[in-house]
């Protein structure tokens, strides 16, 4: 069994973050990351938060039907110029009920 601690502050972008989000509220889809990317919300998805109570940011809300985000082509997303160079990509989810294939 391994254990799961809840950050109890926002990350804060280092060297090698990419893309940061943190979903807040009040500053909408902005990018913490060093370069700063322009994300945009599609067919109605959303920030809501902060969840759980007391966390440090908020999430983005999907309704599983056509809601995205979209974020246009940038040299640093081609997770393929350089196979020997290790990446992380990490996020956190919280589905309302499973059951059916999530896509």
């Given at each position: ?9 926002q ?76 990446y992380?990509i990490?996020f ?12």
């Amino acid at each position: 069994a391994s254990t799961i601690t809840t950050p109890t502050a926002q990350h804060s972008s280092d060297v090698n973050t990419l893309l940061l989000l943190h979903f807040d509220p009040l500053n909408d889809l902005l990018d913490s990351g060093n370069t700063v990317h322009t994300i945009t919300s599609v067919n109605g998805a959303h920030i809501t938060g902060p969840f759980p109570p007391s966390s440090v940011a908020g999430r983005m809300t999907f309704d599983g039907v056509d809601d995205d985000i979209t974020i246009p082509q940038h040299s640093d997303f081609d997770l393929t110029a350089d196979l020997k160079t290790d990446y992380t990509i990490q996020f956190w989810v919280r589905h309302n009920a499973l059951g059916a294939t999530q896509t």
